[in-house]
């Protein structure tokens, strides 16, 4: 029997695309809708301005959209995936988990807090097991897990993959598509012919949110990693994947090969949505491309290329889908991990 699952803030980019990843999940049925005041009462091809490169299933088409109140929720919904603006799931999503729903959540607000995990399911799915300690902290019935970054997600499993040679420092800069700030983040006339140095707040979120990822959890509370991370991020009138510069310091010698086995190698999940193989290294020092490798593994895996020694130690470019591994597709697959985990 099929999870029942709704989704927070559905007529947005990533809600959009969560419809499209969900829609034919054989693990996941699509039971309620949410999204503003101004939507709600209407059918989901009324309230959406639908922009994902398919077209709206049938079914969600005719769903009823409904506020984004736990009262206007189903009870019987097992999970909830969460692409709300951070300002509004910083005030619903602790009154959903309070109901007791679960939720998987794309939003930016509380991926820091000490008991909410931030999870990659590929680097640090042990992560997950905090919820027990949020459950006693809080005394939710609920629970909420948080995915990262879109940014965060392209370099961090490159980094775990290279953890055992002792990570000191890392420099990355990002070359960030236009999806990433939503429909309406950035207008034709600042993007074309033209290069963003800026992200708001993008810089703190890649430094920080990377050492939770890579920090370690006892059973009570997670420390994180001790890794210097510095970050620079951009926007470029790329339409969808995020492309990454990465400089990184490690304890011991790591040569060209010898990252290059040790991404090659690292072991992705049995999870449905996690790629078969997880980072896809080039040899060609022109790749990755976001137009020529964002869909690798149906979107879900990362690729990294143009690896050389350089006076700073190792570099190397990284490249994922930001709306899928990056957002919706990073949500879908922590909720397979709740499931796995017997959370839901």
Not at 38 to 59: C, E, F, H, L, N
Not at 101 to 124: F, G, K, Q, T, W
Not at 204 to 211: H, P
């Amino acid at each position: 029997m099929a999870v029942r699952a709704g989704i927070l803030g559905a007529t947005g980019a990533v809600g959009q695309r969560l419809i499209q990843l969900l829609e034919p999940h054989p693990e996941f049925e699509i039971t309620a809708l949410t999204a503003s005041d101004a939507s709600a009462g209407k059918t989901y091809k009324q309230a959406a301005k639908w922009r994902v490169d398919s077209p709206i299933p049938d079914d969600v088409a005719e769903m009823t959209v409904s506020a984004t109140d736990p009262d206007a929720v189903p009870d019987d919904v097992d999970l909830l995936f969460s692409s709300l603006p951070s300002s509004v799931g910083e005030a619903v999503e602790p009154t959903f988990c309070e109901a007791g729903y679960v939720v998987s959540s794309n939003s930016s607000n509380s991926r820091m807090a000490d008991d909410v995990p931030l999870v990659i399911p590929e680097v640090n799915a042990e992560h997950i097991d905090l919820l027990e300690v949020q459950r006693d902290e809080r005394g939710w019935d609920g629970a909420l897990v948080k995915n990262p970054n879109c940014s965060t997600i392209t370099f961090v499993p490159t980094l775990a993959a290279l953890a055992e040679f002792g990570l000191e420092s890392v420099h990355v800069a990002t070359l960030q598509a236009v999806s990433g700030a939503g429909y309406d983040g950035v207008t034709s006339m600042e993007i074309i012919d033209n290069a963003v140095p800026h992200i708001g707040s993008e810089e703190e979120k890649l430094e920080t949110e990377s050492r939770k990822l890579l920090g370690t959890f006892d059973g009570a509370s997670l420390s994180h990693d001790d890794v210097e991370v510095a970050a620079s991020c951009n926007r470029i009138p790329t339409i969808d994947g995020h492309l990454e510069n990465v400089w990184i310091e490690t304890e011991s010698e790591l040569t060209v090969e010898d990252a290059k086995a040790a991404m090659r190698d690292y072991p992705s999940l049995s999870l449905r949505s996690s790629p078969d193989q997880l980072i896809h290294v080039f040899d060609e020092p022109d790749r990755p491309q976001p137009r020529m490798d964002r869909t690798l593994g149906d979107g879900m895996a990362i690729a990294a290329g143009g690896l050389r020694e350089s006076t700073f130690g190792l570099q190397y470019n990284c490249l994922a889908h930001n709306t899928i591994r990056g957002a919706a597709g990073a949500s879908v697959l922590n909720g397979e991990l709740l499931l796995e985990n017997g959370y839901l």
